[in-house]
């Protein structure tokens, strides 16, 4: 019988496919935001309700998934477009009336700011509620850093300016590697602004956390505030999580112990040289012809003809903490001339406390370590959209605060979007499954 595979049932081209109203109208339906709301309306209380709290807060939401860069073009949009005016909830017989003007908006943002908490709770609310809709999210998680960009001048004209940014700093990245020709390379990048450090499911590409520092911010504590964040505010995620993917910007062998040590989750964290003697290679304390490199792959040097040969990796032994290495001639099945004084008989075992960020749960020269890290791509592409559909790229906010709104509101929907597409079409289903019995 030809086994068909099972449709996922949540994938991105599920979204691409989805008009632009159709996106708008799923996010306003299953974005859990009554709290906010009613946190808004009683702060507003008795005043003037010329521009009521829901369908102001809808069109901010539309902003952001039509992509318009500044409050004027999404107010031109909600003048020219009913439609959306309507799917909003402003008065239909006001006609272009209903529109706010620009400082309304400028006052509801800053209103949002002063609530910002109870937006970290629709985020919150919105990855559980995916939790119990796909078991197997946070199976994956990737940790990674992006630029945030700040186009504004670094000061304004006089004390007071909006206009200049002084919640920013300089941020810089190296990159070091070496090419396939052995030549070293290294290229430096700098930006002037933030630091968005986010957490993904590699598999739905789904943010789980996050937080937007200050660009020269350190990635590795803040690495350590957001795994004890997620064990704080979201336990569960934290239990399922089995690898934690990140590259080597994130190589901390505090972090490398932590996973391990307090939740078992396996670290696939690419690793930098931080061998500072010139030696390529160091003996396994305890063996006579073992080595290992700083990547963490194991030799064995034939004591007949003096020949560096890989060993072959034999998986993890949990109950003792040690990496299994088995002899190359008898796993590869070749004859080797220094087997009689070789004290390696079939294999050798090499604990992960010779050095806990160059050995660990997965061996670093294995396949399945390829494997695995190969998906810490997914948040590569997360990051690609945050630029591209939410217009990170060349924005126009000023300040962290604003900034981290944006985002946390930019999630929340992506999260909202991803939830109403997979109940809806687990009702589709459904509904199939009873017409066919």
């Keep these: 019988m030809a086994i068909i595979p099972q449709k996922q049932l949540f994938g991105w081209d599920d979204i691409t496919e989805l008009g632009d109203l159709e996106r708008f109208s799923t996010i306003i339906k299953y974005l859990p935001d009554e709290e906010l709301m009613i946190a808004l309306e009683n702060h507003r209380g008795k005043g003037r309700d010329d521009y009521p709290i829901r369908p102001v807060w809808n069109s901010i939401l539309a902003g952001i998934i039509f992509e318009h860069e500044s409050i004027e073009s999404l107010r031109r949009e909600l003048q020219r477009n009913g439609q959306l005016r309507e799917i909003c909830?402003?008065?239909i017989c006001k006609g272009i009336k209903a529109v706010p003007k620009n400082y309304i908006y400028s006052r509801f943002i800053v209103l949002l700011l002063k609530y910002y908490d109870l937006v970290q709770k629709i985020f919150d609310r919105l990855v559980k509620d995916l939790m119990s809709l796909l078991p197997d999210l946070g199976k994956t998680l990737a940790i990674d850093g992006k630029a945030i960009q700040s186009y504004a001048k670094r000061k304004g004209n006089h004390e007071g300016d909006m206009r200049g940014e002084y919640d920013a700093d300089w941020g810089v990245h190296e990159y070091k590697g070496t090419d396939k020709n052995g030549k070293t390379w290294e290229k430096i990048k700098k930006w002037f602004g933030f630091t968005l450090h986010l957490i993904v499911d590699t598999k739905y590409e789904l943010p789980v956390s996050f937080t937007v520092t200050k660009a020269s911010k350190n990635e590795m504590p803040i690495a350590h505030m957001l795994l004890s964040r997620l064990e704080r505010e979201n336990k569960e995620i934290v239990d399922r999580c089995e690898y934690w993917l990140s590259d080597r910007g994130q190589?901390?062998?505090?972090?490398?112990?932590?996973?391990?040590?307090?939740?078992?989750?396996?670290?696939?964290?690419d690793i930098r040289n931080?061998?500072?003697?010139?030696?390529?290679?160091?003996?396994?304390?305890?063996?006579?012809?073992?080595?290992?490199d700083w990547k963490g792959t194991v030799y064995c040097m034939c004591p007949a003809e003096n020949k560096m040969r890989e060993m072959a990796y034999g998986g993890f032994e949990e109950k003792r903490g040690t990496l299994k290495y088995k002899c190359p001639a008898i796993n590869y099945g070749f004859e080797c001339k220094g087997k009689k004084k070789c004290n390696?008989?079939?294999?050798?075992?090499?604990?992960?406390?010779?050095?806990?960020?160059?050995?660990?749960?997965?061996?670093?020269?294995?396949?399945?370590?390829?494997?695995?890290?190969?998906?810490?791509?997914?948040?590569?592409?997360?990051?690609?959209?945050?630029?591209n559909v939410f217009k990170f790229e060349k924005h126009k906010l000023r300040g962290i605060k604003k900034v981290s709104l944006k985002i946390l509101l930019s999630f929340c929907m992506l999260l909202s979007l991803a939830k109403g597409r997979i109940e809806n079409k687990q009702e589709e289903e459904m509904i199939q499954f009873l017409k066919a019995g």
Excluded at 253 to 258: D, P, Y
Excluded at 274 to 292: A, F, H, P, S
Excluded at 350 to 369: L, Q
């Design 89 to 91: 909830g402003f008065n």
């Design 251 to 269: 190589d901390d062998g505090k972090m490398i112990k932590r996973l391990w040590d307090e939740h078992k989750i396996k670290p696939v964290i």
């Design 274 to 292: 931080m061998w500072k003697d010139c030696d390529k290679t160091r003996l396994v304390e305890g063996q006579e012809n073992v080595i290992y």
């Design 344 to 387: 390696v008989n079939t294999a050798i075992r090499i604990p992960m406390e010779v050095d806990r960020r160059i050995f660990t749960p997965i061996a670093r020269s294995s396949y399945r370590w390829k494997r695995i890290y190969k998906k810490r791509t997914a948040v590569e592409r997360v990051n690609s959209r945050i630029d």
